[in-house]
């Protein structure tokens, strides 16, 4: 048996029991089933049969509450992730740091189901001052539902739903932010964005992309420490820029990214051209706007070519007038590979689509129409020639075949 805490009896009795806290939060707000994946609803009505608390959350909650189709439906529970393997043939567990199971459904689909942790930052009151204690952490700490809320980012991506009580639960105050429709940090703006300086470019991407207002506490934060952003993870700010780009409010985010400045500590070549170049700027604002068409029509441009679309004002001044283009390209390239680790496949393809256009301009596309980099040059080609107000020719527009917004969002973090 187990020995109890020093502290334990004094919850024994009357005092609060595990769950109790979710009941105080719970608030009815049925949600239509339908609305629902039904293999998340099938993983949520398993995990609670067998007698666990199961739980709809995180962006997949926000996106039902604001009226928009879910991404993503992710599942928090009070069960192991062994005790979530057990319960499904295909079940998977993944993840080294903080180990989740991922369940698998028809075509290719996962439900990604995470036992309730708190944040390993977040120290309790008797492990104060044991700094050995702190040094053992890892991401596996396992927690409450409240506590796994106020791990996360931003109130809006804190609430779970309850799909047998039809109930919302919120410890975190993010109903009535989605109803006020505004963007808050759970906790002192300051501190989460010090925290992970990433939460930065989030709150960009979620006030852009759900057209949400951004709280003025919160505002304040991201423009005093933006230039936090410099000390995180290459690979997660270039994958948070990719999916500001992708959302569909590429336009809007770029634009809250100058705003906030933090545009000039990622990307500041971007950033000063903007300042600059008007002229340029507003064909820059309107390439993002083609890109944000297409992907509300479910043609979703591929990553090389979105981030040519931010890159392509500061591209282009960078190779105006380059005795030797392909010295000059690898000139602007170098600063973003040591900033953002930019991969060379990206670098390749942009310079692939780049050359590909004088060849396209001039009508030879079926030169190159079965080369793999056909599909992104000829976007571009288009993207460009709407940009400019110029028609773009029927056989243009007949390609490119493949869809690309069926591409699944294969780099989650393990946060959620
Ligand atoms: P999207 O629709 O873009 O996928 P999302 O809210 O689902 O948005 P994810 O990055 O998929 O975002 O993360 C899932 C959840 O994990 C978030 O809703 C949030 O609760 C939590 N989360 C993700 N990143 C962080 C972070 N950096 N800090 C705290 N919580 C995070
Ligand atoms: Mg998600």
């Known amino acids: 048996m187990k020995t109890l805490p020093a502290f334990a009896p004094a919850l024994a009795g009357d005092g609060p029991r595990p769950g109790d806290r979710d009941r105080a939060a719970a608030v009815r707000h049925p949600i239509a089933i339908e609305r629902i994946d039904p293999d998340a609803v099938q993983v949520l009505r398993r995990l609670v049969r067998a007698g666990h608390v199961a739980y709809l959350v995180g962006g997949g909650v926000r996106d039902l509450l604001l009226g928009r189709a879910p991404k993503d439906f992710d599942v928090g529970t009070s069960a192991r992730p062994l005790q979530v393997r057990a319960l499904f ?79 919302v639960i919120d410890h975190v105050g993010g109903l009535l932010d989605v109803q006020r429709r505004l963007l808050r940090t759970i906790g002192d703006p300051d501190v989460r964005l010090r925290e992970d300086p990433v939460r930065i470019l989030r709150a960009i991407k979620f006030a852009a992309r759900l057209d949400l207002g951004i709280d003025p506490a919160l505002y304040d934060a991201m423009v005093e420490h933006r230039g936090q952003l410099v000390r995180a993870a290459p690979a997660r700010v270039l994958e948070e820029i ?46 993002l706007g083609a890109c944000d068409r297409r992907q509300r029509a479910g043609r979703l441009p591929s990553d090389p070519v979105l981030l040519l679309a931010l890159l392509s004002g500061a591209l282009e001044e960078a190779l105006h007038e380059a005795r030797d283009p392909a010295a000059a390209l690898d000139g602007f390239f170098e600063p973003l590979v040591r900033r953002l680790v930019l991969p060379r496949r990206m670098r390749e393809r942009i310079r692939q689509v780049l050359y590909a256009q004088r060849r396209l301009a001039t009508g030879r596309h079926a030169a190159i129409a079965g080369r793999d980099f056909y599909d992104d040059a000829v976007t571009w080609f288009c993207i460009e020639r709407e940009a400019r107000g110029q028609p773009v020719p029927e056989w243009a527009r007949a390609s490119p075949s493949r869809d690309a917004s069926v591409r699944r969002d294969a780099t989650r973090p393990a946060a959620g």
């Open 242 to 287: 990719l999916r500001l780009l992708r959302g569909g409010a590429a336009h809007r985010s770029v634009a809250l990214a100058w705003d906030t400045g933090a545009l000039s500590v990622v990307l500041p070549e971007v950033a000063s051209f903007l300042d600059d170049d008007a002229e340029g700027a507003s064909l820059l604002w309107a390439r």
């Open 89 to 167: 043939r295909n079940c998977r567990i993944i993840g080294r740091r903080f180990r989740l199971a991922h369940v698998f459904f028809r075509d290719g689909k996962v439900i990604e189901v995470a036992t309730f942790r708190r944040d390993p930052s977040s120290r309790s009151e008797h492990d104060e001052g044991t700094g050995r204690d702190l040094l053992i952490r890892s991401d596996n700490v396992y927690g409450e539902p409240h506590e796994d809320a106020a791990r996360r980012d931003f109130t809006i991506n804190g609430l779970f739903y309850d799909i047998e009580r039809e109930q």
